[in-house]
């Protein structure tokens, strides 16, 4: 290590997040070359970032550390190479990407030598997109053009105090102060811009990293991500019917250990998304959610419906897991879409992205209708005819085009009160239970709640060899 990189917070946050001593960095005598406006009467020690590899877990890991002491950790033209040759290394070694970001900017001394650079990271980014697990925690300022940094990673952790991560400052917002609207803040950047998967301290932070890191494979290839099992295959989860609206709590329940990493845990909530752990190996979920639990046991509810942000955080999860492999698990229970001005804006769109995120992965897909499943919302909910491989659903599940009585209203008019009774319980049996669903074949099995982990890991084991090509194009455009 350079002395430089020896007590200050940028290789403290290397040293926490990463194995003890396993830290090697590389280009530690690197510093600025510029000589305009006295540049190099200035010192740089290496550049202002620290860059190197170690292992998390024992699994090899690339980082990047900003060190705010040199130019306020502003990127110039031989940071920013820095940083593309760990990109490059981590690339052909198939390991991940961690870049700790405490920046202010670019650095105007530099000028096009830094823009270049920094360019040429952006492009380093885009190409080891599905590659390479990507992952971004902001300490300090990330704006302008370093906020595209995390947005072309695919998970981003932002500390709750000092991280500022923005593409325009709050105050040049017209009609805006930071005071007024904090757009800027981890607060902001987690539950309204839904950029950001985890915020925390610092320690909690690069604790969350290390677990995260734990379950994601190195690569598009190789699947090191495998944990050995302690936990029983067939263990029942008697409660776990109560747990259809918080479906967070259901997916801990029924994961190995009750191991749940949640992503963009504050935006839209009422579509939740994270890892768990089935017999040792990660699984991608993806949930529909009406009720969430604090600690203390209260509610915040939410309508059984798609909105926009819900279907943006699914389908941009989905995507993740397709492209490293990760098995899709989804629990629906969803009886329309939101319905308001603001959202009919996008939700055609937001929602042919979570169908084609659904339909286009080729990953074993497994769909437990844990509640409602009514309307094309539904279908968009990894549904069979959209592809799915295996569709359980619990025994009170209501599967079809809308709530009985709705129907019975509109198929029988005129109908008295007495009629319309009927009617309604008419339509359940014929057309919403389970049963007439199984019947078709929509679902293959009614399953018991408490059964649920011991036929989702069956249907994961069952489908492990899944192969399944996709008409030969570029890409789609969805």
């Avoid at 492009?123 to 300490?139: E, L, R």
């Avoid at 987690?190 to 909690?204: C, F, H, P, Y």
């Avoid at 926009?308 to 009886?335: E, H, Q, R, W, Y």
Wanted: proline letters at 2%.
């Amino acid at each position: 290590m350079s002395n430089n990189a020896t007590e200050n917070s940028a290789s403290r946050r290397i040293a926490t997040v990463l194995d003890e001593g396993s830290f090697v960095e590389i280009g530690g005598a690197v510093t600025a070359r510029n000589t305009d406006f006295n540049l190099q009467e200035k010192e740089t020690p290496a550049d202002g970032v620290i860059t190197g590899y170690g292992v998390i877990d024992g699994n090899l890991v690339y980082v990047y550390s900003q060190d705010a002491s040199v130019l306020k950790g502003a990127i110039g033209e031989m940071h920013a190479k820095k940083i593309a040759n760990i990109y490059d290394m981590a690339m052909k070694m198939g390991a991940p990407v961690i870049g700790l970001i405490d920046c202010a900017g670019l650095r105007l001394q530099e000028a096009t030598d830094a823009l270049e650079a920094f360019g040429s990271l952006y492009f380093k980014q885009a190409m080891a997109s599905g590659v390479i697990p990507q992952i971004t925690a902001v300490f300090g300022m990330c704006g302008g053009g370093l906020a595209v940094v995390p947005g072309l990673t695919d998970f981003t952790f932002m500390e709750n105090k000092e991280g500022k991560l923005f593409v325009n400052s709050p105050n040049a917002l017209e009609g805006n102060i930071d005071s007024k609207c904090d757009t800027a803040s981890a607060e902001y950047q987690s539950k309204t811009a839904g950029l950001v998967d985890v915020t925390g301290t610092e320690e909690e932070i690069l604790g969350q990293i290390r677990s995260l890191i734990c379950m994601l494979p190195a690569n598009f290839e190789d699947d090191a991500s495998y944990d050995e099992c302690t936990d029983d295959l067939n263990r029942v989860c008697a409660d776990l019917a109560n747990a259809a609206e918080d479906t967070g709590i259901a997916l801990a329940t029924i994961s190995d250990n009750n191991i749940f990493f949640e992503t963009k845990r504050e935006y839209a909530k009422e579509m939740v998304t994270g890892f768990i752990r089935l017999n040792g190996m990660t699984v991608g979920a993806v949930a529909n959610r009406s009720k969430v639990y604090d600690a203390e046991g209260n509610a915040e509810s939410y309508e059984q419906v798609l909105t926009v942000d819900g279907c943006k955080k699914a389908a941009d999860f989905i995507n993740f897991c397709d492209a490293f492999s990760i098995p899709v698990l989804s629990l629906t229970n969803v009886t329309g879409f939101e319905a308001t001005l603001e959202a009919e804006k996008d939700m055609a769109r937001a929602v042919a992205k979570l169908t084609y995120a659904f339909a286009n992965a080729s990953v074993p897909k497994v769909n437990v209708i844990v509640g409602k499943a009514y309307g094309s919302a539904y279908i968009a909910m990894n549904s069979k005819s959209i592809g799915a491989d295996l569709v359980y659903a619990w025994p009170t599940a209501e599967i079809g085009m809308m709530d009985a009585s709705m129907a019975a209203k509109i198929m029988y008019a005129d109908a008295n009160a007495e009629t319309l009774k009927e009617k309604a319980a008419e339509y359940k049996e014929l057309q919403s239970s389970p049963v007439s669903a199984a019947r078709r074949g929509y679902v293959d099995a009614i399953i018991d709640a408490a059964d649920t982990r011991k036929y989702v890991i069956g249907a994961f084991e069952m489908l492990f060899t899944k192969r399944e090509d996709r008409p030969a194009k570029k890409h789609g455009t969805v």
